[in-house]
T-cell receptor, first 113, second 114 residues
Framework: EDKVVQSPLSLVVHEGDTVTLNCSYE??????LLWYKQEKKAPTFLFML????IEKKSGRLSSILDKKELSSILNITATQTGDSAIYLC?????????????FGKGTLLTVNP | EAQVTQNPRYLITVTGKKLTVTCSQN?????MSWYRQDPGLGLRQIYY???????DKGDVPEGYKVSRKEKRNFPLILESPSPNQTSLYFC?????????????FGEGSRLTVL
């Protein structure tokens, strides 16, 4: 069975801190890993990492894929209160289907002023 | 504006009373999917659809039905809701599959079954 495990489950930091969120996965046919941010409403897409694109960056957010360790990290530097959200990691199911996605339980990040 | 629209956004119902949650997207996406989100369990896939008239089960399909008669619409049907279906439901779509990159999510439908 495919597994996606995120850690920590929750994290409280102060504005300006740097945080690292972790995602580990167990799939037999890895193709990609996706990161989403969920504030009060719907998840919104952050990054997709693949074997040919193992590092992505957008402003203060960056993500790296470690295929050897079967994991990914999401870094947020100089955190702001607007970064408070649930961060979700997901991988496509290993059954070969392009259409099933397994999500981790998410990391709840709280950034205090 | 590109969007996925779900209705109703909030619903309280009683056990056994059939209900439908509608989902519509205006991006001409091939792929649509339903998820439920529960505390401590994360997002779990209920059903998905690769194209019109083509649907398949996700990880938690029991108690749900779907149909895809038109490309833009993918309703979720609860024939006989039970309290364990109390949850936050999300519809999502993408151009061509879950690994194509960005899944666009609707705003969510919070369902309470008494």
């Amino acid at each position: 069975e495919d597994k996606v495990v995120q850690s920590p489950l929750s994290l409280v930091v102060h504005e300006g801190d740097t945080v690292t969120l972790n995602c580990s996965y167990e799939v037999t046919n890895f193709r990609s890993l996706l990161w989403y941010k969920q504030e009060k409403k719907a998840p919104t897409f952050l990054f997709m990492l693949t074997s040919s694109g193992i590092e992505k960056k957008s402003g203060r957010l960056s993500s790296i894929l470690d295929k050897k360790e079967l994991s990914s990290i999401l870094n947020i530097t100089a955190t702001q209160t607007g970064d408070s959200a649930i961060y979700l990691c997901a991988v496509p199911n290993s059954g070969g289907s392009n259409y099933k996605l397994t999500f981790g339980k998410g990391t709840l990040l709280t950034v205090n002023p | 504006e590109a969007q996925v629209t779900q209705n109703p956004r909030y619903l309280i119902t009683v056990t056994g009373k059939k209900l439908t949650v509608t989902c519509s997207q205006n991006m001409n996406h091939e792929y649509m999917s339903w998820y439920r989100q529960d505390p401590g369990l994360g997002l779990r896939q209920i059903y998905y659809s690769m194209n019109v008239e083509v649907t398949d089960k996700g990880d938690v399909p029991e108690g749900y039905k779907v149909s895809r008669k038109e490309k833009r619409n993918f309703p979720l049907i609860l024939e006989s809701p039970s309290p364990n279906q109390t949850s936050l439901y999300f519809c999502a779509s993408s151009l061509s599959g879950a690994v194509a990159g960005e899944l666009f999510f609707g705003e969510g439908s919070r369902l309470t079954v008494l």
